[in-house]
T-cell receptor
């Protein structure tokens, strides 16, 4: 039972344009969300997070938006760069449940120079 | 070492054999997680250790899987009588636990397990 879903397995974007990666979740009790980026043969690295008390968090070129009513979050990368090409995972957790995180299946982003 | 390390990086074994995968978390991180990523799948939670508390084993797929964390640091994931469906990348992560802003996990490079 996949509680966090990333329905787009892949995305291609031209360099300089916006990349939008989407993530949906089913558990309304989730209150903390993270995005991780993974290069081949490496472990995922933390990118950006958002707690449910916010609807937006920005860090440089990366912005995460949270729509709690729709149980949807998205990661925007502006402008996209070739070095952003990687697999992006979203993850969700509920505070107080032992820090168990639920990850999506990932979206492979390719930024075309 | 500054990051999470895992060994071996690759392991090829025959069906029915036992394997041990090792994880060295970041020093001072009290939480340690094991995940696996099968081909075409997301990260699947396996087990979580936090300090001296009893581990959360709710993600272990069968009783062939077990894990230990000795001295609150190094962890070993053991898979007994391996099956071909156990083939996956096994990822370890560690984190500080205390406040919401410190819940981010730091991942190791993973161990790619292939069961022939």
């Amino acid at each position: 039972d996949q509680q966090v879903k990333q329905n787009s397995p892949s995305l291609s974007v031209q360099e300089g344009r916006i990349s939008i990666l989407n993530c949906d979740y089913t558990n309304s009790m989730f209150d903390y969300f993270l995005w991780y980026k993974k290069y081949p043969a490496e472990g995922p690295t933390f990118l950006i997070s958002i707690s449910s008390i916010k609807d937006k968090n920005e860090d440089g070129r990366f912005t995460v938006f949270l729509n709690k009513s729709a149980k949807h979050l998205s990661l925007h990368i502006v402008p996209s760069q070739p070095g952003d090409s990687a697999v992006y995972f979203c993850a969700a957790s509920q505070e107080g449940t032992g820090n168990q995180f639920y990850f999506g299946t990932g979206t492979s982003l390719t930024v075309i120079p | 070492g500054a990051g999470v390390s895992q060994s071996p990086s690759n392991k090829v074994t025959e069906k029915g054999k036992d394997v041990e995968l090792r994880c060295d978390p970041i020093s001072g991180h009290t939480a340690l997680y094991w995940y696996r990523q099968s081909l075409g799948q997301g990260l699947e939670f396996l087990i979580y250790f936090q300090g001296n508390s009893a581990p959360d084993k709710s993600g272990l797929p069968s009783d062939r899987f077990s894990a230990e964390r000795t001295g609150g640091s190094v962890s070993t994931l053991t898979i007994q009588r391996t099956q071909q469906e156990d083939s996956a990348v096994y990822l370890c992560a560690s984190s500080l636990v205390g406040t919401t802003t410190l819940l981010e996990q730091f991942f190791g490079p993973g161990t790619r397990l292939t069961v022939l």
